[in-house]
């Protein structure tokens, strides 16, 4: 399988806050990178949502805002025992090539290579 990724994606876990007009719903990252997220929550969203999905990678680093859309939605997780269900795939709107450094800063690990 060829990728076709354009930026690295790193293995974070940080708190994330996903706004539509209507509501808002809780997650928490899976991995990321500065064109997308991946995200597990606690509401389920539909493919073509069009999203702000807000952010910190650390308690230090300034709060990020993006705007995204839904991409992927995956079937909820079937454990009795877990609590953030829905996992879904956001790109955003606009990449944010300067996002890459502050996920190489936070994260322990690199990215797979491209």
């Known amino acids: 399988m060829d ?6 994606r790193y293995s974070l876990w940080f708190p994330v806050t996903i706004d539509l007009q209507s509501r808002r719903v809780w ?3 899976k991995d990321v990178s500065a064109s997308g997220i991946l995200i597990s929550s606690s509401g389920q ?9 807000s952010f ?3 308690p230090e680093a300034a709060e ?3 705007t995204g ?3 992927r939605v995956e079937p909820p ?18 990449p944010d090539a300067a996002l890459q450094s502050l996920f190489a800063d936070t994260s322990s690990r690199p990215p797979p290579p491209l």
């Open 3 to 8: 990728e076709k990724r354009s930026y690295g």
């Open 27 to 29: 997650a928490v990252c």
């Open 45 to 53: 969203l539909e493919v073509g949502d069009v999203v702000t999905v």
């Open 56 to 58: 910190r990678v650390s």
């Open 64 to 66: 990020k805002r993006l």
């Open 69 to 71: 859309r839904i991409v």
């Open 77 to 94: 997780d079937d454990n009795p025992r877990a609590v953030w269900v829905h996992r879904m795939a956001i790109e955003f709107l606009e």
